[in-house]
């Protein structure tokens, strides 16, 4: 079955500090994409990263890095140094291309940072 | 146009009345997707169409929710008899590619039925 786990339901941290989101996925595919969307309090979801399932390596992009494990179906997501504008919702999703082929979300972590 | 647009933006209606929701996805996608978001909760996957495959419907929460999409572009999710329980944001997406590409959300569409 296809689905996707955000255990956190809210993180508040002070400015600077890291955070990471953990997203843990479930699928039956060998070939699936993942996904990382940020909702801010505006409304519209913006995507921030795509990885599929034959890339393990991980991504840096300024102050956001993401860790996929295949080891234990996880794509953990990190913001260091964290800003106030980055307090958001986030989600994570999965799709699988050759089977269901619809993008599922997670129920989402809602981040807020403090000054 | 440039992105996915929905309308309308707002949308208030009366206990039992039908509504019809537009989604207009980015020019030549040729999947698109509806989720509802209730307030405070997560992207509640309702209905996916990809290209002139059979859409999949495993998502809408009762028989009083339908959709279509026409000519492969415009769609319309259409709620029948609304309960104060429909009450959401409605989003539209688009993909390029199936699910291999990232989707383009419009800005929804928030429904209140009173």
């Known amino acids: 079955a296809q689905k996707v786990t955000q255990a956190q339901t809210e993180i508040s941290v002070v400015e600077k500090e890291d955070v990471t989101l953990d997203c843990v996925y479930e699928?039956?595919?060998?070939?699936?994409?993942l996904f990382w969307y940020k909702q801010p309090p505006s409304g519209e979801l913006v995507f921030l990263i795509r990885r599929n399932s034959f890339d393990e390596q991980n991504e840096i992009s300024g102050r956001y890095s993401w860790n996929f494990q295949k080891s234990t179906s996880s794509f953990n997501f990190t913001i260091t140094a964290s800003q106030v504008v980055d307090s958001a919702v986030y989600f994570c999703a999965l799709s699988e291309p050759y089977n269901t082929d619809k993008l599922i979300f997670g129920t989402g972590t809602r981040l807020q940072v403090f000054p | 146009g440039a992105g996915v647009s929905q309308s309308p933006s707002n949308k208030v209606t009366e206990k039992g009345k039908d509504v019809e929701l537009r989604c207009d996805p980015i020019s030549g996608h040729t999947a698109l997707y509806w989720y509802r978001q209730s307030l405070g909760q997560g992207l509640e996957f309702l209905i996916y169409?990809?290209?002139?495959?059979?859409?999949?419907k495993s998502g809408l929460p009762s028989d009083r929710f339908s959709a279509e999409r026409t000519g492969g572009s415009v769609s319309t999710l259409t709620i029948q008899r609304t309960q104060q329980e429909d009450s959401a944001v409605y989003l539209c997406a688009s993909t390029e590619d199936r699910g291999r590409t990232e989707a383009f959300f419009g800005q929804g569409t928030r429904l209140t039925v009173v």
């Open positions: 699928t039956r595919d060998t070939t699936y994409y």
């Open positions: 169409f990809q290209g002139n495959s059979a859409p999949d």
